[in-house]
């Protein structure tokens, strides 16, 4: 014979349980609540944890860039910022840099991986510090001298799907 769920809860209810019984099924259901919230805060810590350590990361990536361009925009030479911004780009999860001079003007830019067109439409718009468009999200950092003196800013779109890759392994390692 089947039973419903409220006929099954209907027994329950008017079964005279022992309070040693009640009292081990309150435990029992208190531990699994705080395990339940004890799971829930680490898996909420973990994510913001390795967030900041992926912010981090690309704030030392964009520090090491601008001491490696500000001689290139100095001495006007764009070979070797191309070459700063292409070994800035293997293996990271930048898909797009640009350098601009000291008068705004675009002086070199790199994409890896970004639709037909979208290089472009970059360097047309010049993203703002932490703007979010589609799939990249900016951070702008001024190229000082040694003097400290700007000499330039860069722009480096960093790629949000590696960004969220990289906290799934995190969670699976």
């Known amino acids: ?7 099954i809860l209907r027994r329950l209810h008017g079964m005279r349980l022992p309070i040693r019984a009640k009292l081990v099924l309150a435990m029992t259901l208190l531990v699994l609540g705080a395990t339940a919230v004890l799971v829930y805060e680490s898996g909420r810590r973990i994510t913001l944890e390795s967030a900041g350590a992926l912010e981090s990361q690309e704030d030392n990536l964009l520090r090491l860039l601008t001491y490696q361009l500000a001689p290139a925009l ?23 840099a640009a350098v601009y ?31 979010v468009q589609q799939d990249l999200r900016f951070s702008v950092r ?10 330039g800013r860069v722009v480096v779109g960093f790629s949000l799907a590696d960004h969220a890759r990289i906290q799934r392994e995190h969670w699976t390692r």
């Open 74 to 96: 100095e001495f006007s030479s764009q070979e070797s910022a191309q070459e700063a911004l292409r070994s800035m780009m293997h293996g990271a999860r930048v898909r797009y």
């Open 101 to 131: 001079d000291q008068e705004g003007a675009l002086f070199v830019s790199q994409s890896r991986d970004l639709a037909p067109g979208r290089d472009a439409a970059l360097k047309a718009t010049c993203p703002t510090n932490q703007e």
């Open 1 to 7: 014979m089947k039973r419903s769920s409220s006929q």
């Open 142 to 151: 001024s190229i000082d001298n040694a003097s400290g003196q700007a000499v």
